[in-house]
């Protein structure tokens, strides 16, 4: 609900795993999906999500629903569990720690890319301090897709 509106009704697990709206994505789940604003840009034969530091292949599955949008905005919301963190050089694209919860079998770590700060899940033995550079490899299999007009719910 929102504003005392309901705008998704289904079993917990299809909201979760296929969110109406990018309010619905960032409301459902714990960490919360990270929101971004992004656009879409044409790369001949792929199609990219771009800005705010993040610079993203969009996944065959999504090309046809996207193409529409080319030049345009899409908000894009990922679930922290589509985010994988490394220490290694090299392994996606490259942010700064900004907070590390260890929570026991997990750890939840925010990340800062460019103007983005993204939530990724990662093992509980994730080390990781404050200010450390650490590469974020993004799943956008795993993201939605939204219509930034429509996209409040």
Same mark, same amino acid.
């Given at each position: ?11 917990? *697990? ?13 409301? %459902? ?15 001949? #034969?792929?199609?990219?999500?771009? +800005? ?11 090309? @046809? ?10 908000? %894009? ?19 700064? %720690? ?5 929570? +026991?079998?997990?750890?939840?770590? #925010? ?25 974020? *490899? ?5 993201? @939605?897709?939204? #219509? ?6």
């Amino acid at each position: 609900m929102r504003s005392g509106r309901l705008l998704q009704y289904d079993a917990p *697990r299809s909201v979760y795993a296929s969110p109406s709206s990018s309010f619905v994505a960032g409301f %459902v789940g714990s960490p919360p999906a990270s929101i971004l604003r992004l656009k879409v840009r044409n790369d001949g #034969d792929s199609l990219s999500v771009v +800005g705010q530091g993040i610079d993203l292949t969009v996944p065959d599955a999504f090309k @046809g629903a996207l193409r529409s949008r080319e030049g345009g905005e899409v908000v %894009v919301a990922i679930r922290p569990e589509g985010i994988e963190v490394a220490q290694t050089p090299g392994a996606g694209i490259q942010g700064t %720690v900004e907070l590390v919860e260890q929570l +026991g079998a997990n750890t939840i770590i #925010d990340l800062r890319v460019g103007d983005s700060v993204l939530r990724s899940v990662a093992a509980g033995d994730f080390e990781a301090q404050p200010g450390a550079r650490v590469w974020a *490899r993004i799943d956008l299999a795993q993201a @939605g897709f939204f #219509d930034p007009i429509r996209t409040a719910g």
